[in-house]
């Protein structure tokens, strides 16, 4: 039977697991609400840069799919990829505690390595990780890692992602690179989560592919441009890139502080009735032992 002593031990280490718990519940709280700031205005920026973009195709290339595509690699597959590798992207945390966040974009991992395709070429896939638990995974599996710069959340800043970028457009025109397919999480319906696995180059987005005649007649101020239309794209498409990326990345980091918000809300109200039952036993034990003492007493009187 345990002992008086040992039940109060084990209260005191659940009320520090409670302030633990409950610290790092609200510290995900003031992360996630900063998280979802940057998002509104980087998707206000992301979304202007997509604009003039589309704007930009539309005006200056009437004839879109025949003039354009071909000539630009950016938005086309190139189809002789025998010997040309594949890069995946995946965006993890750099520490634990958030529940199933980082299982479920490893299990995503395992599933497209699992297919016919991607199995029978293993040695063409490329992975790179934003996040140490990526980073962790991926070397544990032996995967085949693009480069060995890593990038943590703390160094995840505007001119590293830029770097990252410029590196994975020069080898994607070099053609090293056949395409580029981002994972990550993004939130949904405020709590939940989902994993997405999309194509990052070549650039296939709805909202800037789909142009149909009405696009066309859409727009009547064409761009005056003072550089040339080489320059401007080779100004516009990295910075789209990588506000792209930012973004993607930005919607993994409110997934999870999310998630282990979530998480240690209810590790926090685990440890609150783990408290409860320890603190009923120790009564008991309590009352026991004043019980005990109480029929000591009385026999000892009764000998007397």
Do not use: W
């Amino acid at each position: 039977m345990i002992n008086q002593k040992e039940i109060k031990k084990r209260i005191q280490s659940m009320n520090s697991l409670i302030k633990t718990t409950d610290a790092m519940k609200m510290i995900s709280v003031v992360k996630l609400r900063k998280c979802k700031t940057q998002k509104i205005h980087i998707n206000m920026y992301f979304n202007e840069i997509k604009n003039i973009l589309k704007n930009f195709i539309i005006t200056k290339c009437q004839n879109y799919k025949l003039h354009f595509l071909k000539n630009k690699k950016y938005f086309l597959f190139d189809h002789n990829n025998k010997n040309k590798k594949t890069l995946f992207i995946i965006i993890t945390s750099d520490r634990g505690l958030c529940g199933s966040f980082n299982y479920s974009i490893f299990n995503k991992i395992n599933t497209i390595i699992d297919t016919k395709f991607y199995k029978e070429n293993k040695e063409k896939c490329l992975f790179f990780s934003i996040g140490k638990k990526g980073i962790d995974f991926l070397l544990k599996k032996q995967y085949h890692l693009y480069h060995h710069t890593k990038l943590y959340s703390n160094n995840c800043n505007n001119h590293n992602i830029l770097y990252l970028i410029q590196k994975l457009i020069k080898d994607f025109i070099n053609n090293q690179i056949y395409a580029i397919y981002i994972i990550y999480n993004k939130i949904q319906k405020h709590i939940f989560y989902k994993t997405n696995y999309e194509l990052f180059l070549p650039i296939i987005d709805s909202d800037i592919l789909q142009i149909n005649e009405k696009n066309l007649f859409s727009i009547k101020n064409d761009f005056i441009l003072e550089c040339s239309t080489k320059k401007f794209l080779n100004y516009l498409i990295p910075n789209f890139l990588k506000f792209k990326l930012l973004t993607r990345i930005l919607d993994s980091y409110t997934s999870e502080h999310t998630s282990r918000m979530i998480s240690m809300h209810k590790a926090t109200e685990n440890a609150y009735k783990i408290k409860e039952d320890l603190i009923l036993n120790y009564n008991k034990e309590r009352q026991t032992a004043i019980t005990k003492e109480i029929l000591e007493i009385i026999s000892g009187i009764d000998t007397f």
